[in-house]
């Protein structure tokens, strides 16, 4: 079961995608129940994500279900073994919030991730400068010894970039890149990393002109993952002054979707983005080199 009851983001995954065969299949969930020899509350609680599958149950009632897709399956099967697992962030639980905790759950998880910046840096992308810089700069007050704690969390974050294993896409707000300047120093190791990010394989980063204003102003910061094959959106995350809240409604699903690729229909492309990016790392090395 869950934690102290409550549904994890990988239960609630798995529980949907079960959800979603069974109602392809044209059955209820006593059907459900029949096949894996539960109670109707059990299958309720499942598809739910109060409880947790195991991989037996769960093969059991893809084969009910006559979910054929071996990919489908494995996905799911590999969702039931690590519902419960415990992850490296835990080991930070006492500064890691739930929302943030549940952010990095699907961050680890994700085979595609697509994140919209119109204020800051992309977490998976940041010096630990520039994170040092933003994390004390809240509103609340973090001890350094605090700060240091969630600086090692985003750089632990990061390894799944640096590994390769995970398609990130980026879009910042030209404004955004455009002030670290202000800042040389900073700014200078961090136009490098986002320069030496996009020159990677697996990462995209564009922006969107600062012109562009109504676009920028269609949302707040969010990122969305996809964790098949295809890089359907399954989760978008959402983060606000007070937490992070995970959106998994198909019609909330639906309008990030859409925010999303008007977002990279007016950004630059990742060659215009990277060349910019280049005019501002020299604008700042003149900067740099006028105040020694």
Known sequence: M?????PTVRSRRLGAALKRHRESA???QAAAAEAILKSITKVSRLESGHVSASALEVRTLLDRYGVDDADERSRLEA???SSNERGWWLDYQEIVRPGYADHITLESDATYIRSWEPALIPGLLQTPEYAEAIITSGPTFITADRAAELIKVRQERQKRLEAGDVHFTAIIWESAVASLIHE????ARQLRRLLESGARQNVTVQLLPAAASKVAGLSGPFVAFSFGVEPNVEAVSVRTVANTTVVESPEDLALYVNVFDQLRSEAMSPEESAGRMRGLLDETLQRMEEES
């Open 2 to 6: 869950p934690a102290g009851g409550r």
């Open 26 to 28: 044209g059955l209820d």
């Open 79 to 81: 969702l039931a073994r």
């Open 184 to 187: 040389p120093q900073l700014g």
